[in-house]
């Protein structure tokens, strides 16, 4: 693993070797400023050569990966997974909002004049998306000393998916041409029939049942599915399965070609130099390479990499809300059956050192592990996970624990390597807050 570096002003320098960064530390010509990535800054000045640093960044709806290429060798490779639960955590707040106005609660008057949509509105999802994007980079740029970002960008044709023989007009003659609503369309499309009993249960009211809650899924038609009242009742009362695959939609496609060319533009606009590559010679060049699909090796094949040399700094990032939204603060906040945000100075999401064993117990001269809180109680026991989902230990106890690094809406964790931390630093217990 190496060490990121940066100069006595705060600027991004090529990384270094532990055993350098050690010394420098040891002889206090350098300070530790970040644990996750492990980044240390110079007290003093030195010389500051720099190579030509070329970052590739293959973006995705659920998945961000960036490779780091000099001289053809990677230096470092990332893997972001993004938040996925926006669009369920906005219908919620959409409904709570729309019950409050039926309860005797405090009111605030209507403001009409913030109803219209800015120029370049994006969705609030995909504005999330988009803009953990450019906070991955400019992150990295924090760390090392980039020249050029190389971005893949694929605007896709999703009438060209459904069909691929579609041309000219027929674009504008959509499967639900000449019928007057979505409803219409879909009892149409099967045939006024139920989809699950095939008519049997003899119930002729018909009535349309969104296969993925509506929520999340909305009023597409691919999401939509003709029942009879008895059948429809059995679903929602019985649990009753109906014999139907959830139809995965074109969020991914549509994010990629409504994003991925302002994602480009911003980062030109901000002072970076960005070139633009497409899918098809990432995968002429990955198979070239033979290398396997995968978003890292994607991003590899995309900053230019060569097999010769892969990189060993390797990076799972996961991004996680902040969930420190609070509608009340006053005399109903303690009615929600929750622990508190901290349990003996611990809150959700911190990295923590665990002395004790992955399993049930812990036992003494256990080696120690470091790992997630990803659920606490309020008498002082906690869910420690690694970002994987790996379970190190289901309860335990808070003195068992040592704060590494406070919670960030974006974890850090290294890939295939035991420590991520020099041992001399590991034992310092350096908070980290907010950066």
Request: some cysteine.
């Amino acid at each position: 693993m190496r060490v990121f570096v940066r100069n006595k002003r705060n600027e991004p320098l090529m990384m270094c070797k532990p055993q350098k960064a050690r010394r420098l530390l040891k002889d206090k010509k350098a300070k530790v400023i970040r644990l996750m990535p492990f980044t240390i800054q110079l007290t003093i000045a030195t010389g500051e050569t720099t190579q030509s640093v070329i970052m590739g960044v293959d973006p995705g709806y659920k998945h961000i990966a960036i490779s780091v290429i000099v001289a053809g060798k990677e230096i470092l490779s990332i893997e972001v997974e993004l938040r996925t639960d926006i669009v369920n955590l906005n219908s919620e707040r959409r409904q709570y909002r729309r019950s409050r106005r039926h309860r005797k609660t405090w009111y605030r008057k209507p403001r009409f004049l913030n109803r219209k949509k800015s120029e370049g509105w994006l969705a609030p999802s995909i504005k999330n998306k988009k803009d953990t994007h450019i906070k991955i980079i400019e992150l990295i740029k924090t760390l090392i000393p980039v020249d050029k970002i190389i971005i893949e960008v694929a605007p896709f044709d999703i009438q060209k998916i459904q069909n691929p023989g579609i041309q000219g007009k027929e674009y504008q003659e959509g499967p639900q041409k000449d019928f007057w609503n979505v409803r219409e369309y879909v009892l149409h499309r099967d045939g006024h029939k139920c989809k699950q009993c095939k008519g049997k249960s003899k119930d002729k009211t018909l009535q349309v049942h969104h296969i993925e809650s509506r929520k999340t899924g909305g009023d597409r038609p691919n999401n939509l599915i003709t029942l009879c009242s008895t059948c429809h009742s059995d679903v929602h009362n019985k649990g009753l399965k109906l014999r139907v695959k959830k139809s995965k939609g074109f969020k991914a496609e549509a994010f990629m070609s409504i994003v991925m060319r302002r994602l480009a533009e911003e980062l030109r606009a901000s002072g970076n130099k960005v070139a633009c590559t497409y899918g098809y010679i990432t995968k002429f060049n990955r198979i070239k390479l033979k290398l396997e699909k995968s978003h890292r090796n994607d991003a590899f094949v995309i900053a230019g990499g060569e097999i010769e040399e892969r990189s060993q700094n390797c990076y799972f990032v996961k991004q996680v809300r902040k969930q420190n939204r609070k509608l009340f603060k006053g005399i109903r906040s303690h009615i929600r059956n929750t622990a508190p945000r901290f349990v003996c100075s611990f809150q959700r999401f911190d990295k923590v050192l665990f002395n004790g064993t992955r399993g049930a117990g812990p036992r003494r001269g256990a080696s120690p592990h470091q790992c997630f809180i990803f659920g606490r109680r309020s008498s002082g026991y906690f869910d420690l996970r690694t970002l994987a989902g790996q379970v190190v230990h289901r309860s335990a106890k808070a003195k068992k624990l040592k704060l590494i690094q406070s919670f960030n809406t974006l974890l850090w964790e290294p890939i295939g390597n035991k420590a991520s931390l020099p041992p001399p630093i590991q034992i310092r217990g350096l908070r980290e807050r907010n950066l």
